[in-house]
């Protein structure tokens, strides 16, 4: 069940259709296509103060993911007309810290200033909370104010409230595009990071079989394909360090098929085949030796398996419970 919402106005997101933590939060908008806006989408987590904890909480088309993929931007894409994009941020309540208080959802128009535009001359704009599993609609907030010089709007947050999680529609704007949003919330703009959101107004495809993702300070962070704007197909994930993490087969963002999990090393911590992010049958190593090959459930032996002790030698052989042999 979908609630519209206004300007003002709070809601419980688990009122409106039971606990759900894992959810889509979209943003719309229609402009002249005949006048190039670049509309940027972000989202800002927040604690206590209203201020971000370090400048790494930003999420943005140069940065897009946070918290081990549990804050996700999934890029922007053409709407229904020429005139009119989307954009998708996936978050999970669930892996947000406590720290995080407030979760902030912006869009900018790039060197709106210099361009002689504003959101005076955007139309439509709303923003959705959608149940990311079912892409089920919880709440819609159409915003209707009128603007006129802002660049940069706040159309929403999501708010901890006595343990619970609540949404929050704000719909305020105010001039200086990206840089007066960061400095609203506590980051001091840097160059490197208005450069890089130049790009995200541009329309981004959500479907491609060969894209390259980067971390806010330039590092590549993913490679491989993209289906909805989740990780599908073959591809590899870095660490800051430029090292792999995993090079794997995924589906609907997830670890699901073939893969290897690789240390910071090199060495092979598990090969083996994966589903929904967990490793389900192959081998696991320690120091570079297989230590046990066989099923696996909640990332312990389960399932019929060999276990080899650190000398080399096989000491079960057969079927574990959850990690314990049991015959």
């Known amino acids: 069940m979908s609630a519209n919402v206004t300007k003002g106005q709070r809601v419980g997101l688990n009122a409106v259709n039971g606990k759900i933590d894992t959810m889509l939060i979209e943003v719309g908008w229609d402009t002249d296509s005949t006048v190039g806006y670049e509309i940027d989408l972000e989202a800002f987590l927040l604690g206590d103060d209203g201020k971000v904890l370090d400048d790494s909480c930003i999420v943005f088309y140069n940065n897009p993911s946070i918290l081990d993929g549990r804050i996700l931007h999934m890029g922007i894409v053409q709407g229904g007309s020429s005139s009119s994009k ?12 406590d720290k995080i208080s407030k979760i902030n959802f912006t869009l900018t128009i790039h060197e709106g200033i210099k361009r002689g535009q504003s959101f005076k001359n955007v139309s439509r704009l709303y923003i959705n909370i959608l149940d990311y599993n079912t892409q089920g609609e919880l709440l819609k907030y159409s915003v209707d104010e009128v603007f006129s010089v802002e660049t940069a709007l706040v159309l929403g947050e999501l708010y901890r409230y006595k343990g619970t999680w609540k949404f929050n529609a704000i719909g305020s704007g105010f001039k200086g595009g990206l840089a007066a949003i960061c400095n609203n919330y506590g980051i001091e703009t840097e160059e490197e ?11 981004q495809p959500l479907n491609q079989s060969d ?14 394909g993209l289906l909805n704007g989740l990780f599908n197909g073959k591809g590899r994930l870095y660490r800051r360090d430029g090292s792999v993490s995993y090079d794997a087969e995924f589906k609907d963002g997830k670890l699901y098929g073939y ?6 090393s090199g060495e092979i911590r598990f090969e083996g085949y994966f589903e929904n992010d967990e490793p389900v049958k192959g081998k ?44």
Do not use: C
């Open 86 to 97: 989307r954009g998708q941020i996936k978050v999970d309540l669930s892996g947000v810290p």
């Open 193 to 203: 990071v208005q450069e890089a959101s130049q790009v995200q107004g541009k329309t």
């Open 211 to 224: 894209v390259r993702l980067f971390y806010n300070d330039g590092g590549l962070w993913y490679e491989g």
């Open 259 to 264: 893969g290897k999990n690789i240390l910071k």
């Open 284 to 327: 696991y190593y320690e120091n570079g030796n297989l230590r046990y090959e066989g099923e696996f459930l909640k990332n312990k032996p389960h399932g019929y398996g060999k276990f080899i002790d650190k000398s080399g030698t096989m000491k079960y052989n057969g079927k574990f419970d959850r990690g314990t042999f049991i015959g």
